[in-house]
């Protein structure tokens, strides 16, 4: 079965610093991963993508992530955090079989400081 | 850009009632569409695929005849929470797989804040 794992609740990181919020996957074959971010009693806004290609995927509001196969790792990262950016991040994982529905990891909730 | 629509945006009724939360799709045909269920701080729980013209195809653990969903076009999917509870109280969001092109895009409605007193 396929899956991804976020293995932090909540990531703190000051303003101007990087952040990083972490992904890993587990799937059969080439994964098609996805970062979107939930402001609160909001749906999920789409970030980025990662079918094929470029290893580094640049997203929307500055955001990129990292497809590492070797490691099944998929992070979501920013050079310069704003405080703006605090929200709940979701990573995803495409299921190929059926009606390619999205399988979500658990969620971090990204808090920056001032 | 691709846009879906839920409404209402919130609803608060009664327990034992009926509440039907609507799913559209404004600039796109979509075949399929998907049910989610979020708890406070928590992740999207899948509850259900919506398939226009078919019956829709459950989740483990979800129960059909509680939760209704109707796919009548390819742009309206409805999920009907019947006789509602205070336990069914929660944000529901649904998404709608984009039929254009591939692979296919899915996009995300705002979500349905529900809350039975």
């Known amino acids: 079965a396929q899956s991804v794992a976020q293995p932090e609740d909540q990531v703190n990181v000051a303003e101007g610093n990087p952040l990083t919020v972490k992904c890993t996957y587990s799937?059969?074959?080439?994964?098609?991963l996805f970062w979107y971010v939930q402001y609160p009693n909001r749906g999920l806004q789409f970030l980025l993508k990662y079918i094929t290609g470029d290893n580094l995927v640049k997203g929307s509001y500055g955001f990129e992530a990292e497809f590492n196969k070797s490691q099944t790792s998929f992070h979501l990262k920013k050079p310069s955090a704003l405080v703006s950016d605090s929200a709940l991040y979701f990573c995803a994982v495409r299921d190929k079989a059926g009606y390619n529905k999205l399988i979500f990891g658990a969620g971090t909730r990204l808090a920056v400081h001032p | 850009g691709a846009v879906v629509s839920q409404h209402p945006s919130w609803v608060i009724c009664k327990s034992g009632t009926s509440v039907k939360i609507e799913c559209r799709s404004l600039?796109?045909?979509?075949?399929?569409m998907f049910w989610y269920r979020q708890f406070p701080k928590q992740s999207l729980m899948l509850m259900a695929t919506s398939n226009e013209g078919s019956k829709a195809t459950y989740e483990q653990g979800v129960e059909k005849d509680k939760f209704l969903i109707n796919h009548a076009s390819l742009t309206l999917s409805t999920l009907t929470v019947t006789s509602a509870h205070p336990e069914d109280s929660s944000f529901y969001i649904c998404?709608?797989?984009?039929?254009?092109?591939?692979?296919?895009?899915?996009?995300f409605g705002p979500g349905t804040r529900l809350t039975v007193t």
């Open positions: 600039d796109f045909q979509a075949t399929t």
């Open positions: 799937v059969s074959g080439n994964p098609y």
């Open positions: 998404s709608a797989r984009d039929d254009s092109g591939s692979p296919y895009e899915q996009y």
